[in-house]
């Protein structure tokens, strides 16, 4: 009786289980990556069919060594290790959820620890040699469950196979940043000129307006319906609102710093 009662809690929670995560990666878009090299810059990237693994890139560019990695996407800090002289040397793994993450290989040095919260564009670390690698460049992943898939760039797949040049519009600014949405207790939400409660106020939002964050900075510490928080959100030029009032899906930077 026992026996049989077990066995079929078991059969249940794996269907359980499998539907869940059936419907989870359905459910779940790709983040919009962007080229994990600040705005602007030009690199050379390479796909080849003898890569491994086969779908990711390698980058370069002249003096490349040193030079500053950014996230590809806003996630969370989910590996910081070193191989030592094998494999990907120094390398770091972005969680951006949705089973989707991204992976900056070979680098000199890294500048985040496991668990953090990183914005897009977010230094994480820098151009290097390390691991199996003969020379400076930067090996780039975006992987789904922890499989890489052909690389896209603000939507759109790079050349595979093969070498092109291409520039980076990471936190670019413009029609790029993070959305919100303001969540208060009904009461509309004061737009600040500047990131405290001291800056004069011009204008207000309603109670679930959507916003664009452009970028984020640090001010008056504010404490709202989503905790307390000296982030603050500039939503456009002169118009600021404290984060602890912005639903962004995220307790951590979504944007980059203003
Ligand atoms: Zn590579």
Known sequence: MNVRRNRFRTRSALALLAFASLFG????????????????????????????PQ?????NRANDEGDTVVAAAAGTVSVVRNLGSTSYG????????????????????????????????KSIGTVGSTGGSTGP???????LNGAAQKIKFNGAQIAYWGSGSYTSRNSCG???????????????????????????VVGSLANGAKVTIQCQTTGTSVSGTYGTSNIWNR?????????????????GRVAPNC
């Open 137 to 143: 460049h930067l090996h780039f992943e975006e992987r």
């Open 90 to 121: 120094k390398y770091v793994v972005i969680d951006h959820g949705g089973g989707w993450s991204t992976l900056y290989a070979h680098l000199n040095s890294y500048s985040v620890s496991v668990g953090q919260n990183v914005a897009i564009g």
């Open 235 to 251: 939503i456009g030029s002169g118009r600021f609102i404290p984060d602890a009032y912005t639903y962004t899906g995220s307790d």
């Open 25 to 52: 990666s359905a459910a779940q878009a790709a983040p919009t990556f962007q080229m994990p090299f600040p705005c602007g810059q030009v690199w050379e990237g390479q796909t080849r069919t003898n890569h491994s």
């Open 55 to 59: 779908n990711s890139v390698d980058f």
């Open 174 to 200: 413009g029609s790029g940043g993070a959305t919100g949405t303001v969540g208060t207790n009904g009461t509309p939400l004061n737009v600040r000129s500047g990131p405290g409660t001291t800056y004069s």
